[in-house]
């Protein structure tokens, strides 16, 4: 078997099966709604690699929660029902195409630029990000210094189960 016959013979990863090895890595957008909803825009973008034959598709970073974690305006949210809801869209139209879909749940961290919550960063330690921040993300200057949290991981945890009941998948995929 050559290469080429393994990167399109299906795969079995848990539970679920893809039609091949293709995938499209996650990239970041800024084409959410102000409030992170998912929108028709990216029903279109994320279908179009569905329709290319892609048999998984991982989403640009989400936030998870509303505090912290938004680390870019226009990124799109996982919190509220409404966004959940807009996502199914997304969902529904990539696997009508015959592809999978996972979230990348993400949390900026020291690195967030807008964030329509809090106007602070919290990081594992207290030390800013080298660099300037880009006005396309919302952000203008230095990178601020983060407030420091070392209980990051256990939050994450907390949110993670809070999450679970409203989204059983979640953390395998969106379906």
Do not use: C
């Amino acid at each position: 078997m050559t290469n080429e016959d393994l990167l399109f013979k299906t795969l079995t990863l848990g539970n679920m099966k893809l039609d091949n090895r293709v995938g499209v890595a996650p990239m970041t957008r800024t084409s959410a709604t102000s409030e992170g909803l998912a929108t028709d825009q990216m029903v279109s973008y994320y279908t179009s690699f569905a329709n290319g034959g892609f048999g998984l598709i991982i989403t640009e970073g989400i936030y998870p929660d509303d505090k912290y974690s938004q680390g870019y305006l226009n990124q799109p949210g996982i919190v509220y029902k409404e966004q959940i809801q807009a996502w199914r869209k997304v969902v529904d139209s990539v696997h009508q195409a015959g592809s999978k879909i996972f979230a990348q749940l993400m949390h900026a961290g020291a690195l967030s630029q807008g964030n329509r919550f809090v106007n602070e960063a919290i990081a594992p330690s207290a030390v800013p990000p080298k660099g300037e921040q880009m006005e396309i993300y919302g952000g203008k200057g230095l990178f601020r210094l983060p407030k420091k949290r070392l209980k990051m991981k256990s939050q994450r945890s907390l949110m993670v189960l809070r999450m679970r009941p409203k989204m059983p998948n979640l953390l395998v995929s969106m379906e």
